[in-house]
């Protein structure tokens, strides 16, 4: 099966995913106006009653907070990461270009050239090549549920370093891959070394573990925020599939790590690197070792952990300081939430 007709397969699994989330939304009273609020989904009750529960009424927000549309789009602009990502991987290819539009500056997605472009990985696991079909169709539905949910409100894609070379132009300057940037801050190559994500079954699933873990601990954060107990839904709903994903990727390498013993070492770099970057406060744990698994990172309490959305930003912007771009997202981020925190 060529790139092109795996593709296809991978947008119809994402179009299936859609329509069963709509579906879902209907059942559950479908959408409300925006105004200070967003609606993610009304309540639901019994799936088997086809009576549409009344949708509810936006919290009024004070001025200048934070509401949920701004953090509904951040997620999205993550989602735009994550499924480029896996969208690539899998196919050689981005996100469908309509699924990118919106209001801000449209980005696009910098995939480099040679060794650490972004492109197809020619895997030789299937084990590991289905992980990234599934994930990738999932991203995919992510996307376009947080899109359809937003409606006019939603942010374009903003510009995307997706590359692991060692140089890329992007927003108009060139600079370092994203991965191979953090691949150099986090002491797993040489500082004139290339980190390519997409060269191997193994480097893919580094590269996710560099991005899933994130996503994770940014939906946890997130959900102190949100406004109306609604909207919880859909926003639990994303946060279990994205740790879905990221126990998968993690798994994956504890075991290769049985007969790899550098990827505990690899993965522990990058964690803390991670975890460098945010500030004071336990928010990043590696994948263990041969001896002990860790594959869920939690706190005492049994809890994912979390992130605020300015430690998000100081991972993905590769930035202890106070910045409003960087690594992944070289010109910023669309929308309201916009500036990491200042952290060193």
């Known amino acids: 099966m060529n790139d092109q007709t795996e593709f296809l397969d991978l947008m119809e699994g994402a179009e299936r995913q859609r329509l069963a989330r709509r579906r879902f939304i209907r059942l559950c009273g479908g959408a409300a106006a925006m105004t200070g609020g967003m609606s993610l989904l009304a309540g639901c009750g019994d799936d088997d009653d086809d009576t549409a529960a009344p949708a509810p009424t936006p919290t ?6 934070i509401t949920d549309v701004d953090i509904l789009n951040f997620a999205l602009q993550l ?35 040679g060794a650490g472009a972004a492109r197809a990985v020619d895997f030789t696991d299937r084990v590991v090549q289905e992980y990234a079909r599934e994930i990738a169709a999932d991203e995919i539905g992510h996307i376009r549920f947080l899109r359809e949910t937003l409606g006019a409100s939603r942010v374009a894609q903003p510009a995307i370093n ?33 980190f390519d994500p997409f060269a191997s079954d193994e480097n893919f699933l580094i ?106 930003l100081n991972v993905v912007f590769q930035s202890p300081a106070a910045v409003t771009s960087g690594g992944f997202f070289p010109a910023g981020l669309n929308g309201t939430i916009r500036s990491s925190a200042a952290n060193g």
Request: hydrophobic share 40%; net charge negative.
């Open 162 to 194: 997706l590359s692991g070379s060692a140089s890329v132009t992007v927003a108009g300057a060139s600079t370092v891959g994203a991965f191979t940037a953090a691949a150099r801050a986090a002491g797993i190559i040489g500082a004139g070394d290339v």
């Open 79 to 113: 989602e735009y990461l994550e499924g480029a990502y896996y969208a690539y991987a899998v196919s050689g290819s981005g996100v469908d270009p309509a699924l990118l539009t919106g209001t801000g500056t449209q980005g696009e997605v910098a995939t480099g050239s």
């Open 207 to 312: 590269g996710s573990y560099l991005l899933t873990d994130v996503g994770v601990s940014a939906y946890r954060g997130a959900a102190r925020l949100i406004t109306d107990k609604t909207y919880l839904e859909a926003s639990a709903g994303i946060l279990a599939t994205e740790c879905y994903h990221d126990a998968a990727i993690r798994s994956e390498l504890w075991r290769r790590g049985l007969t790899v013993p550098s990827l505990y070492a690899t993965v522990t770099r990058i964690s803390d690197a991670r975890d460098g970057l945010d500030g004071a406060g336990e928010t990043d744990q590696d994948i263990g070792t041969a001896t002990a698994a860790n594959i869920v990172p939690t706190d005492a309490d049994g809890w994912v952990l979390g992130r605020s959305a300015a430690q998000v």
């Open 60 to 65: 009024p927000t004070p001025s200048g907070a």
